[in-house]
């Protein structure tokens, strides 16, 4: 409230106060002169005051923060947006696990924060692994189904460090071998999405990757993946391709389709990351472009202010300079009905179901949900 309304709202304030105080004396004086009692004249001091007092808060009700007109919540209330018809998911990568949750405690969060769906990782050391099996994995999976939640896709970082595109034969043998076992995983779990990094020309990254000629990359990228198209279809699992940021390669939606559609299999698809083309480029100008072939979503919110080009240049969602608007739209438009799954890598560190429960907030506000 400015100052100037300020004061005139307490100077209206006193004026009631001080005249009601004035009137009540004044009866009170006329009475005694002439014998009559508050009783018969049928009022009180309590009442008196009450009213002045009631009188006195509509004053104070009239303007409300910053010198606005006070409103009522509902009137302020945001009314919920357009209703699209996606579902909410969220990356695993957003929970403090293995350090500080259990699988099940990220299932359980996730369900209470009212999430449709939960992106697992897998890794070399954790609950899908090489070290579990078709036992362990349909443990998670009744666990999941028993809490109420989906699990949306698997994802891995092991694409990094044992790539497809490798000049290492040892480390692409390496990578058929887990790109198998994550198959066999997300077959188990339930889920028929896999998120695949199909190669890379560059990994700026890591030191141990020799950078690969664009069209050697490209053979032996499409060579790995038709390895894996058998198990693919015997499975019913999809291999999404995912569009990566500094990799050098499948970096216009036209290659990435012409990549996918090279294989001529209904297994291979597009795993579509919002945030990875953001440093250059625009995801609503790749969404109409890709198509039908999307089959799942990363949700990244990227910031452009800045010029640091590392997993810090991520953000909560909302709090960065994606056209979240445009997205959507984009989205609706190729009939997109999928899980949109939130991908971060810095959990909170201290209370970190408030990064899941204000996204999962921030997803029913993008979706019309409220």
Known sequence: MSPGIELLCAEMTGRILRAAFLSFTYLE???AEQSISHESAGFSRRAVLGSALAAAGTVAAMHGPFGLPAVAAADVAAKPGKRYAMK???????FPYPDKMSIEQCLKLAKAAGFDGIELNYDLDNDLSPKSGTKEYTAIRQMADKIGIQISGICSFLFWPYPFTSHDPAKRARALELAGLIAQAAHDLGTENVLVVPGAVHIPWRTDYEPVANDL????????IGKLIPAAEKLKVNLNMENIFFN???MTPMEMNEFVDSFQSDRIHVHFDTGNIMQ???PEHWIPILGKRIKNVHLKEF????????LESFRPLLDGTTNWPAVLDAFEKINYKGYLTF????PYQHWPEALVYQTADSLDRMLGIK
């Open 280 to 282: 250059y480029q625009f």
């Open 248 to 250: 050098g390669f499948l």
């Open 29 to 31: 004086s006329t009475m």
């Open 303 to 310: 910031t452009k202010k800045g010029t640091d080009s590392s």
């Open 88 to 94: 909410k998911s969220i990356n695993q990568w957003a």
């Open 343 to 346: 991908e971060y890598f810095h």
């Open 217 to 224: 990359c490209l053979s032996r990228a499409k060579e790995a």
